[in-house]
Nanobody
Framework: VQLVESGGGPGQAGGSLRLSCAASEFTYSPKFMGWFRQAPGEEREGGAGHYRVSGATYYADSVKGRFTISRDSAQNTVYLQMNNLKPEDTAMYYC?????????????????WGQGTQVTVSS
């Protein structure tokens, strides 16, 4: 199983970036796909998560109203549209996926993780 993120890079405060994560070698489209982030010296925190079967979507309070998660289940790809970026959004963003997990968002227990893509927002 591989998760390959792309789309990170430098951004300006108030601007937008779009992250993509392609999952390969899953027999079925993963039950859970999501984005988590970790800033230097900080713990990993949630960004946004999506459960395919229920359609439930979750966002961290810090990104609600600014970030949108979407999925292309046929392509096993998840996206994170990030609008109105803030310097505090600067972090390494990790894609996570799991074929059968009910606690992947709350517990951050997804079995598969990407290598991360760096997002740096300047003011």
């Amino acid at each position: 199983v591989q998760l390959v993120e792309s789309g990170g890079g430098p951004g300006q405060a108030g601007g937008s970036l779009r992250l993509s994560c392609a999952a390969s070698e899953f027999t079925y489209s993963p039950k859970f796909m999501g984005w988590f982030r970790q800033a230097p010296g900080e713990e990993r925190e949630g960004g946004a998560g999506h459960y395919r079967v229920s359609g439930a979507t979750y966002y961290a309070d810090s990104v609600k109203g600014r970030f949108t998660i979407s999925r292309d289940s046929a392509q096993n790809t998840v996206y994170l549209q990030m609008n109105n970026l803030k310097p505090e959004d600067t972090a390494m963003y990790y894609c996570a996926a799991d074929p059968d997990c009910n606690t992947c968002w709350a517990g951050r227990t997804a079995r598969y993780w990407g290598q991360g893509t760096q997002v740096t927002v300047s003011s």
